[in-house]
Nanobody, 128 residues
Framework: QVQLVESGGGSEQAGGSLRLSCSASGNTLSRMCMGWFRQAPGKEREGVASLDANGVTSYAASVKGRFTISQDTAKNTLYLQMNSLNPEDTARYYC??????????????????????WGQGTQVTVSS
């Protein structure tokens, strides 16, 4: 079992930056594939980025070069640094864990069906 709690969302203007955090309890994040997802109203949940137990990262094409996934093993916390934000990044952002050391996909965003543990999400709103 893994309990995940996101924080760091808020409102930002286009071109700005935000850093999301996901603190975990019940298990060690660095031993699992971790992912960030987002969901905008009326849209499907989109896999944004993933990080596996070997430190391999993968990103959706829509955020590659702007977002960075990382973790602090001492704090058992996952991060998503979001730069060059645009209004299309507005969504509720979720972190998730799949319970396994490896992520299914590389060179693309993660798939929600692969992840068993989810946080409650944090809202990100980007204005033009």
């Amino acid at each position: 079992q893994v309990q995940l709690v996101e924080s760091g969302g808020g409102s930002e203007q286009a071109g700005g930056s935000l850093r999301l955090s996901c603190s975990a309890s019940g298990n060690t994040l660095s031993r699992m594939c971790m992912g960030w997802f987002r969901q905008a109203p009326g849209k499907e949940r989109e896999g944004v980025a993933s990080l596996d137990a070997n430190g391999v990262t993968s990103y959706a094409a829509s955020v590659k070069g702007r977002f960075t996934i990382s973790q602090d093993t001492a704090k058992n916390t996952l991060y998503l640094q979001m730069n060059s934000l645009n209004p299309e990044d507005t969504a509720r952002y979720y972190c998730a864990a799949n319970g396994l050391p490896f992520c299914r996909y590389i060179n693309r965003g993660p798939s929600a069906v692969d992840f068993a543990y989810w946080g409650q999400g944090t809202q990100v709103t980007v204005s033009s």
